[in-house]
């Protein structure tokens, strides 16, 4: 199978189809409180709408979104996550996929995320 290249980015790098060209993204997934899509024809999109706030529940979206990684990932296709500043909201869904995805404990998960 191709390898997939996981993506963690802000809106301004959902927003550059240049970069998205130039990554080969092909799936983006939108963790935030606002449709954003620009380029809905040419990748496939995903949003969970959460605001970025303490009290916000993510555990619940993980599912559905740890789904759609694994969807990118059977198909080939490079994926970005993404929330507004790409430091929370989209780095505990990546933090979550890894977790689920290689038994990493939530330490390792995301010590493994920053050092990337």
């Known amino acids: 199978m191709p390898s ?3 993506w963690l980015g802000n809106i301004w790098n959902a927003c550059d189809q240049a970069l998205l060209e130039r990554l080969g993204i092909t799936h983006i ?3 935030t409180d606002r449709e954003i ?3 809905e024809y040419r990748y496939k999109h995903m949003r969970i709408s959460v605001d ?3 009290r916000e529940d993510l555990k619940r979206h993980m599912p559905r979104a740890i789904h759609f990684i694994k ?3 059977r198909s080939g296709g490079n994926l970005l996550v993404h929330c507004r500043m790409g430091r929370s909201r ?3 869904i990546v933090e ?3 977790m689920h995805e290689y038994g990493l404990t939530a330490v390792e998960a995301a010590e493994y ?3 990337k």
């Open 52 to 54: 970025d706030v303490p």
């Open 96 to 98: 979550a996929y890894c």
């Open 4 to 6: 997939t290249d996981l």
């Open 113 to 115: 995320v920053e050092s």
């Open 71 to 73: 969807e990118a990932h």
């Open 90 to 92: 989209s780095a505990v």
């Open 29 to 31: 997934l939108n963790v």
């Open 37 to 39: 899509n620009p380029f």
